[in-house]
């Protein structure tokens, strides 16, 4: 039998990102990190809002492949 991790809406994912105008921390929370992973994966990007109301995009970094 395997126990199943329950997670809440107030449990939050930190990637240590900060708002650039404010400089708060920016937190993803659980619920919504499928959704932001997704759009990383789909488009290179996603977009965080922060509670000072600054939207803030986050890229996906690539690493170069050396020859």
């Not at 126990?3 to 619920?31: F, I, M, W």
């Amino acid at each position: 039998m395997s126990a199943k991790k329950q997670t809440n809406a107030d449990d939050v994912v930190d990637k240590e990102l900060h708002c650039v105008t404010c400089g708060t921390r920016l937190y993803v929370s659980v619920p919504q990190a499928d959704a932001v992973i997704a759009s990383l994966e789909r488009t290179g990007a996603a977009i965080l809002i922060c509670v000072c109301g600054q939207a803030q995009i986050i890229r996906r970094k690539l690493k170069k492949m050396n020859d």
